[in-house]
C-alpha cells in the first residue's frame, strides 16, 4: 500500500507505476560509456564499478559530495548502503580510491568541489591537494543540527574548491547575492553602491566563502525527498552558475536524489550523475521531470541570490519585473501599429 501524507506535506513520493517509468529512463553501467551515454542522463550503478569507463575530459564542473565519515544509512535495505565512520587514514585511502580518476573527467578548463564536515575537511583538503590546485573553502551555515550539552553544536560544512590548470571559467556577476543595508553610505546625498526601494534599501555584493543564506529542505519545500543527507538546490546552483557555463555539463558522481543534475537542468545547463540506489535514482528522474514546467530555485530569483526570509520581497520584485516589461511591450506594440497606420 503506497503510504499517504499530509496536504501540506510536499516531499516526494513515487507511486508503483512512476518507479517503473522511471527505472526505465536510466542508464546502467557499459563497457565504454561515450558522451551519448552519459549527457543529461542518470547512471544507476556502483561508481567503483564504472570508473574506468567513464569518458575523459567531458565535464565542465565537478560537483561531488560523497559519505562523510560518519556512521550513516543510506538505505540499505533498498538497494543502498551503509557507510561506517572509521579513522582519518583509512578515509584518505577511500578518497584515494575514485578521486584521481574523478578528475580525469574534466575538461582543462574544469573546476571542482567537494563537500564534507569538519570531520572530514581536512582529508579533503589534501586529496584536493595533491590532485588540483586548491581556490578556496566554502563554509555554509546549516540551520539544523542537534544540540550538545558537552561541545558546540555542529552548525557548519565545507566545500572545497579546486581547478586543474590557471584558466578556469568562473563568473561572479552571476552569483551576486542582494542583501539589506543596514548602514546606508551617501556620496554627495547619493546612495553609493546601493539603490534606495519603497520595499528598503539594497545592495548587491560579491559573494564571501561564508553562505548564511541557506535553507536546509524540509517537508514544506517541492524539492525535499526522503534523502538522509539532500544538499539544497540553492546551495549547489551557486556552485553551477560561478563555475560552469551555460550549456556546459555538470557531473556529480554521488548524485543521491538528484539535486545537482535537477539544478543545473533549472539553470540551463547539461548534467549526468552517477548513483547506485534505484530508489535514489527514481526520485532524480521524478525532479528532472517537474523541473520541465517548474524552474524556480527558492532563494533564487530575478538573477540574483537573496537572504533568507525574503520571500515577499521577492515575489514583489517579480511583480514588479513583470509589469514592466507588460508595459514597454505594450508601448512597442502601440508604437508599431502607430508607424503602420
Not at 260 to 277: D, H, P, W
Not at 311 to 316: A, E, G
Amino acid at each position: 500500500m503506497e503510504k499517504e501524507q499530509a496536504p501540506r506535506n510536499r516531499t516526494l513520493t513515487l507511486t508503483n507505476a512512476e518507479r517503473q517509468k522511471y527505472k526505465d529512463r536510466l542508464v546502467h553501467a557499459v563497457d565504454n560509456l561515450s558522451l551519448s551515454h552519459v549527457v543529461n542522463k542518470t547512471l544507476c550503478g556502483n561508481l567503483l564499478a564504472v570508473l574506468d569507463n567513464l569518458p575523459k575530459g567531458f565535464a565542465d564542473l565537478l560537483i561531488i559530495d560523497p559519505p562523510y565519515n560518519l556512521d550513516k544509512d543510506f538505505d540499505s535495505k533498498n538497494g543502498g548502503f551503509k557507510f561506517s565512520k572509521t579513522n582519518d587514514e583509512a578515509y584518505l585511502i577511500y578518497l584515494e580510491s575514485w578521486f584521481p580518476k574523478i578528475i580525469e573527467t574534466l575538461k582543462p578548463t574544469g573546476s571542482v568541489y567537494i563537500c564534507g564536515d569538519w570531520k572530514s575537511t581536512f582529508c579533503l583538503y589534501q586529496i584536493m591537494r595533491d590532485y588540483t590546485i586548491v581556490r578556496n573553502r566554502i563554509t555554509w551555515q546549516r540551520e539544523k543540527g542537534r544540540g550538545a550539552k558537552a561541545n558546540w553544536k555542529n552548525s557548519s560544512e565545507d566545500i572545497w574548491f579546486g581547478t586543474i590548470s590557471e584558466e578556469f571559467y568562473f563568473d561572479v556577476e552571476a552569483v551576486k547575492q542582494k542583501r539589506r543595508v543596514i548602514a546606508p553610505y551617501r556620496e554627495a546625498g547619493k546612495p553609493k553602491d546601493w539603490e534606495e526601494t519603497k520595499d528598503g534599501n539594497f545592495r548587491l555584493t560579491c559573494p564571501s566563502n561564508f553562505w548564511d543564506d541557506i535553507s536546509i529542505p524540509y517537508w514544506s519545500m517541492p524539492e525535499n525527498t526522503g534523502h538522509p543527507t539532500q544538499k539544497p538546490e540553492k546551495l549547489i546552483a551557486k556552485l553551477i552558475l560561478a563555475s560552469c557555463p551555460e550549456n556546459g555539463i555538470v557531473f556529480d558522481p554521488f548524485l543521491g536524489s538528484g539535486t545537482t543534475s535537477v539544478a543545473a537542468k533549472k539553470l540551463n545547463r547539461q548534467y549526468f550523475g552517477i548513483e547506485m540506489n534505484e530508489e535514489y535514482c527514481c526520485w532524480a528522474e521524478k525532479r528532472l521531470e517537474l523541473a520541465n514546467a517548474d524552474k524556480d530555485i527558492q532563494g533564487y530569483s530575478s538573477g540574483v541570490f537573496w537572504e533568507r526570509n525574503t520571500l515577499n520581497l521577492q515575489l514583489m520584485e517579480t511583480k514588479q519585473k513583470t509589469k514592466k516589461k507588460t508595459l514597454v511591450e505594450n508601448i512597442d506594440l502601440f508604437s508599431s501599429v502607430a508607424v503602420s497606420s
